[in-house]
């Protein structure tokens, strides 16, 4: 279990190569262009720089959209995410059903598909750090035909909600810059060039 979480828990080298080194194999190339660590350094999230940031008002926007528009289901952080990476949302209630077919529906549900788990997880924190999105404690019924009452954190607008859709209220990404190009003011320009054209291919 422990070589397993270093191993998952290591976004350093690409998996492939780490696979093919533990077996043995010598000859191993660097990138297989195909695991999530590669994908990852492919979108800039992850690298061997120094990170800059870019401005992620795009991406948070969406995430804003769909706690506003779902609120009166219950948005919680795990929900919020796995909406924003188009997941599939259980289906054991009517409850369920209904809150499915609201969220597919949205033209956001899985916008942030081709971002990723970790950047999505980086910038619900950021929203609600700053604001933007609050947590509210709430009781649901649990099981046992509503007996039991489950404490549950939804998200809501927070109290900097307007100032964010003003742009007053900065929200930022990592993009990771090789060495050599830290001191040039337009490689990181370059790379959130890049990140938005694969972005607009998802």
Not at 68 to 97: C, E, I, K, Y
Not at 118 to 129: C, F, G, H, W
Not at 188 to 194: C, K, M, S
Request: overall charge positive; charged content about 25%.
């Amino acid at each position: 279990m422990d070589v397993a979480a270093r191993f998952f828990g290591d976004y350093s080298r690409c998996r492939h190569a780490a696979l093919r080194t533990h077996f043995g194999d010598k000859n191993v190339p660097k990138e297989c262009h195909a695991c999530d660590v590669c994908c990852a350094r492919r979108l800039g999230l992850i690298g061997y720089g120094r990170p800059r940031t870019r401005d992620a008002f795009p991406e948070a926007q969406k995430l804003v959209h769909l706690t506003s528009v779902l609120h009166g289901h219950g948005v919680t952080f795990v929900r919020l995410r796995n909406l924003a990476l188009g997941r599939q949302l259980p289906t054991n209630s009517v409850s369920d059903r209904l809150f499915a077919a609201d969220a597919e529906s949205q033209p956001e549900f899985g916008a942030l598909k081709c971002l990723g788990q970790r950047a999505v997880e980086k910038l619900i924190p950021q929203l609600l750090q700053k604001q933007v999105l609050s947590l509210n404690r709430c009781l649901n019924n649990g099981p046992r035909n509503g007996k039991a009452k489950l404490a549950v954190q939804r998200l809501s607008a927070g109290r900097a909600m307007h100032r964010f859709w003003r742009r007053d209220v900065p929200i930022t990404l990592e993009v990771c810059v090789a060495p050599g190009d830290t001191d040039d003011a337009g490689s990181a320009d370059e790379l959130t060039q890049d990140l938005e054209q694969l972005m607009s291919q998802c």
